[in-house]
């Protein structure tokens, strides 16, 4: 069972940076293309980032695009979401996800197997 634990989040002003941080168990991390995802409250869940298992290629949603990056570091089975110019849209949990074994980075929701218990991002006007 593959176990994946977000951390980061919490409140900030807009315009600020928070970096959040998912740490996967396991030892093939790096065979898998991982994603982040976020839901608002009264919103269906939302594609944010996407990247492969090798890190070279990653893929953005339009409302995050040129601020929002994607990172991972394989030798520490982590994957990151670098956040700056935080608006208020922002505000929602956010989860990361495991691809399906031999997916590429992608924006469907159901490309993912495994899935994060969530953290809150709050961003205050």
């Known amino acids: 069972q593959v176990q994946l634990v977000e951390s980061g989040g919490g409140l900030v002003q807009a315009g600020g940076s928070l970096i959040l941080s998912c740490a996967a168990s396991?030892?093939?991390?790096?065979?898998?293309?991982m994603g982040w995802f976020r839901q608002a409250p009264g919103k269906e869940r939302e594609f944010v980032a996407a990247?492969?298992?090798?890190?070279?290629?990653?893929d953005y949603a339009d409302s995050v695009k040129g601020r929002f990056a994607i990172s991972r570091d394989n030798a520490k089975n982590t994957v990151y979401l670098q956040m700056n110019s935080l608006k208020p849209e922002d505000t929602a949990v956010y989860y990361c996800?495991?691809?399906?074994?031999?997916?590429?980075?992608?924006?469907?929701?159901?490309?993912?197997?495994?899935w994060g218990q969530g953290t809150q991002v709050t961003v205050s006007s």
């Open positions: 996800a495991r691809g399906w074994l031999g997916v590429t980075a992608s924006a469907s929701g159901s490309a993912y197997d495994y």
């Open positions: 396991g030892r093939t991390f790096s065979m898998y293309s």
């Open positions: 990247i492969t298992r090798g890190g070279v290629t990653t």
